[in-house]
């Protein structure tokens, strides 16, 4: 039936995942563009990996992820999704909204 989920056992992730270079690779390349800094795509790859593979989080359902990279990919942009958004709520903590920051008036235009 096409509405069954083809869950994927966590164990043959995992194996894809050790035999395919490729595949590290390119995730790898894809945190890069998340980040733009080498030490926080690692650490993005790293926790991609760990989520994809940990039983507390969805399985992988080839219904609706065709390949390994693309369901990788899913979660990677989850993640990075929640740390952008968690580093904007933490600067706009920061701000007292009573007593905003002084910014300095325009430069009088010379024209």
């Known amino acids: 039936m096409a509405g069954e989920p083809d869950i994927v056992p966590r164990a043959e992730l995992a194996g894809i995942i050790a035999r395919d270079a490729a595949l590290r690779q ?14 926080e795509a690692e650490d993005l790859f790293q926790s991609t990996l760990e989520t994809a593979l940990d039983p507390d989080h969805a399985a992988w359902d080839r219904n609706k992820y065709l390949t390994a990279a693309i369901f990788l990919g899913s979660v990677m942009n989850g993640l990075a999704r929640n740390r952008l958004r968690s580093s904007y709520m933490a600067r706009r903590e920061d701000l007292d909204e009573q007593n905003p920051p002084q910014v300095s008036a325009p430069k009088d235009d010379p024209e």
């Open 26 to 39: 390119s995730l790898l390349g894809r945190a890069m563009s998340h980040t733009h800094n080498p030490h």
